[in-house]
């Protein structure tokens, strides 16, 4: 067993943190040195580059049989193949931040719409609570 | 660098103006040139006339001296302005028919829809005041937050007289400083004149069924703003 569970391997699904890229994630596809990788993210938008680590973070995701250097190509064709963005996407950090943009460029009007209907649901999901509660009890 | 040792040279021999501005700075546009009158007056007359008393006259034009004075004081001709007082540009996110929030005042916080801008600049605003109690009323753009929400209000009718004299406030009854005023003698709650009231539902009824068509619009305008936690208005959009 291994203390750390996320590694910095090629392979690795970074997420960019720093930048206007930031929010995008990359793969990682060589290693520098120990603080510095060479990241990639073809279908994001993300050039290849060179990134700091302390600029991205690690995830869980990691690409299988990447072998060093991929070209920008081939490992779109990989990212593709193995789905790895739907993979993320389907991770609940990937929804928080979604939720995260939508919430904000969400306009006055929209917020407060999100308000009014959060207060139906609180409304209906006590209503629901007490009636539960009463029948549990008697 | 030549050390220059008078004002008006730019070394010593060479003047630092030219000869059009030393004309100018010496006011000579004050002096009539009467030698150019002369001479433009007697080619006039030679055209018309080649009499001896004519050539005299000529003469006599031709070796006038100017005058050697001029007024002392140069009267400075102040340009012509020709700017003009532009109509106030409003801010893009500012059109007709958008939602605002009012930002100063008593209805601070309150959301309105703007109708039109007015002559001197401000924003013509309604509540309406059947929704939100906010009356027809004059804003200032600087202390308004625009809304990307629209109401329709095409083909709405604004009469003419509501402009920027129909908000002027009545000038004071002649109590003001007196010791009645004082002791709150004579203070009647001002009314709000008739021709006001009938303005306002007028101008309220043609916007308030599509307001009240979407129940959230409505509610939306019922509501105030305001701030909460976590929120900075430089980041949010509206």
Known sequence: ?138 | MVETTHKGQLIPGVSRYSRSQRFSKRGLYLVKNKAAVARKETTQAAKSASAPAVVNDLEKALTRKPSKFYPADAAHKPKVSHKAVGKTKLRKSLKPGSILILLAGRFRGKRVVFLKQLKSGLLLVTGPYKINGVPLKRVNQAYVIATSTQVDISGIKITENINDEYFKREADTKLKGTEEEFFGKGAAKKETPSNKIADQKEVDSQIIKKITADHMLSSYLKSSFSLTKGQAPHLMRF
């Open chain 1, 1 to 138: 067993m291994t203390a750390f569970k996320r590694l910095v391997e090629v392979g690795r699904v970074v997420l960019l943190t720093h930048g206007h890229k930031a929010g995008r994630t990359a793969v990682i596809v060589d290693i520098v040195d120990h603080n510095r990788v060479i990241v990639d993210g073809p279908t994001n938008g993300v050039h290849r580059h060179v990134a700091s680590l302390s600029k991205v973070t690690l995830t869980d995701i990691v690409m299988k049989k990447l072998p060093r250097t991929i070209g920008t190509t081939a490992l779109k064709k990989a990212i593709i193949t193995q789905k790895i963005d739907e993979q993320w996407n389907q991770t609940a950090w990937a929804k928080k931040i979604a939720t995260r943009v939508t919430r904000a460029s969400l306009t006055d009007f929209d917020r407060f719409k999100v308000m009014r209907l959060k207060k139906q649901q609180r409304y209906i999901v006590k209503r629901q609570m007490a009636a539960l509660k009463k029948t549990s009890s008697a």
